[in-house]
């Protein structure tokens, strides 16, 4: 698939659309830059699939 063809899996959060991000157990904009460094990563989403989930979330993987 070439780039210019990925607008329809990629690009924003929607049904049917792939994504990579995390959630953190802080808002990196409501504390100091300072304090981004002790930010926890709670839940790592690769392709729209769980790869991480922190066991204290009690999620499912």
Do not use: C, H, R, W
């Not at 157990?25 to 460094?37: A, S, Y």
């Not at 930010?39 to 392709?47: D, G, Y």
């Amino acid at each position: 698939m070439s780039p210019s063809n990925v607008d329809d899996l990629t690009g924003s959060i929607e049904v049917g659309k792939k994504a990579d991000f995390i959630i953190l157990d802080k808002n990196l904009f409501n504390i100091p830059v300072t304090g981004i460094k002790s930010a926890k990563v709670l839940v790592t989403v690769v392709e729209g699939k769980k790869t991480y989930v922190d066991p204290q979330m009690n999620l499912k993987k």
